[in-house]
């Protein structure tokens, strides 16, 4: 099965620069590949995705990157707001095309802006 | 349109007790999810229900039961509860947009297994 890397485990910035989180993944036949943002307490909420067939997606302030033939994809925020401050997950999902196969996630990253 | 809402919020339960996780989406999905989420470990799919009538394992399934009731409802049962399966519960649907799958989490649901 599938199988998702994710580092750092923990980043700490100042606020007002940038912050760069990686993953990896092991399935070459992943296409989906979406981010999550969890607060404290409450519910992952998806914040930017990928497919296969795009190498960077934008929305504001967040940036998705991914490298299909070296299996890894990397969330980019910049100027970093303390509102930013949360746990980040990267998933990826095997979309066999007769069904949902659910997603694998990264082990999250704990976003710190230092004011 | 509430989205995916989740039953209870809060449990405490006793080594061997059983219980059911209730979760329900008015957003008319196809498929719900069920994962459980520890500490450092990230979320894991427990089982998944890709259409009314169809149930699959995950990749942490032992210890648990699925029932998907009807399009709207997917409920979780623990048999015999341990404390390994302390942990929180979220549920969520997803709706097919082209080759991706958005997915919606619920509120989850806070077990504790003394």
């Known amino acids: 099965g599938e199988n998702v890397e994710q580092h750092p485990s923990t980043l700490s910035v100042q606020e007002g620069d940038s912050a760069v989180i990686k993953c990896t993944y092991s399935?070459?036949?992943?296409?989906?590949f979406p981010w999550y943002k969890q607060e404290l307490g409450k519910r992952p909420q998806l914040i930017i995705d990928i497919r296969s067939n795009v190498g960077e997606k934008k929305d504001q302030r967040i940036a998705v990157t991914l490298n299909k033939t070296a299996k890894h994809f990397s969330l980019h925020i910049t100027e970093t707001q303390p509102e930013d401050s949360a746990v980040y997950f990267c998933?990826?999902?095997?979309?066999?095309?007769?069904?949902?196969?659910?997603?694998?996630f990264g082990k999250g990253t704990h976003l710190i802006i230092q004011p | 349109n509430a989205g995916v809402t989740q039953t209870p919020k809060f449990q405490v339960l006793k080594t061997g007790q059983s219980m059911t996780l209730q979760c329900a989406q008015d957003?008319?999905?196809?498929?719900m999810y069920w994962y459980r989420q520890d500490p450092g470990m990230g979320l894991r799919l427990i089982y998944y229900?890709?259409?009314?009538?169809?149930?699959d394992k995950g990749e942490v399934p032992n210890g648990y039961n699925v029932s998907r009731l009807n399009k709207r409802e997917f409920s979780l049962r623990l048999e015999s509860a341990a404390p390994s399966q302390t942990s929180v519960y979220f549920c969520?649907?997803?709706?097919?947009?082209?080759?991706?799958?958005?997915?919606?989490f619920g509120p989850g649901t806070r077990l504790l297994v003394l």
């Open positions: 957003m008319n999905h196809n498929s």
């Open positions: 969520a649907s997803s709706e097919r947009q082209g080759d991706q799958e958005t997915q919606y």
């Open positions: 399935d070459s036949a992943s296409n989906y």
């Open positions: 998933a990826a999902n095997t979309y066999s095309g007769g069904g949902a196969d659910g997603l694998t």
């Open positions: 229900s890709a259409s009314e009538g169809t149930t």
